[in-house]
């Protein structure tokens, strides 16, 4: 049974952390006197881990732990991922400073990943080998290739993969996940697609309406 006397959490609504320059932001449930669910929000390219982190809060409701690494700069104000490996490392990061800072806080029992864009289309080397530690993948605007994939579909189900997110903002996106739904649920995958077709490319006030009213379907129990 999960333990509910935590004192009340106190934090700020958005902490900055850093390791040797490695920073990772995080969006913590204020007021949490339980262990809560952790979402690691991945941004894409040309993208900032605190805009990340902005989005996914406000999609979850404010209900959950949201960390968000933090890739390579791309320019004075941006960010971006070098490779697969590279947010992987940066994943395994913001789970490392998210339980150094807020401990008990956190229910380990599974972790939502959740990447955007380019967060999404460098997710499946993660996903294959950490499927069990996050039986619930949201891709969002991006990963149509690993989507598709039944080799992909068919590994993610077999390490413990549960419930894919397929999240759109354009109509070609909403295409593009018709399809891929079918080749998830053909591995025994349960697929979600939600988002808003007028949304465009981002996370903006449109997709967080979309995410909010999807959010208790997004984590709902598991089987």
Not at 14 to 33: F, K, S, T
Request: hydrophobic share 45%.
């Amino acid at each position: 049974m999960a333990e509910t006397s935590l004192p009340p959490l106190r934090a700020t609504w958005l902490e900055w952390l850093d390791r040797g320059g490695d920073a990772v932001v995080i969006a913590p449930p204020l007021g949490a006197v339980a262990p809560t669910r952790l979402v690691v929000g991945v941004h894409g390219a040309g993208d900032r881990p605190d805009w990340s982190c902005g989005g996914w809060r406000l999609a979850s409701q404010v209900s959950v732990f949201v960390a968000c690494p933090q890739g390579t700069r791309t320019s004075a104000t941006t960010f971006a991922w070098s490779s697969s490996g590279a947010l992987e490392a940066g994943v395994l990061r913001a789970i490392e400073l998210a339980r150094a800072r807020f401990g008990k806080y956190i229910d380990e029992s599974s972790f939502v990943y959740a990447g955007f864009s380019q967060g999404a289309t460098l997710a499946e080397p993660l996903l294959r080998k950490r499927a069990a530690r996050f039986p619930i993948a949201v891709l969002a605007e991006g990963g149509y290739r690993t989507a598709g994939s039944r080799a992909f579909a068919a590994a993610y189900r077999a390490g413990g993969g549960q419930r894919v997110v397929l999240v759109c903002g354009t109509a070609g996106c909403f295409r593009s996940a018709a399809g891929s739904k079918k080749v998830l649920e053909g591995a025994g995958l349960e697929v979600l697609v939600v988002g808003d077709p007028k949304a465009g490319h981002n996370l903006n006030q449109e997709m967080q309406r979309a995410l909010q009213a999807a959010w208790p379907q997004i984590v709902a129990p598991l089987r």
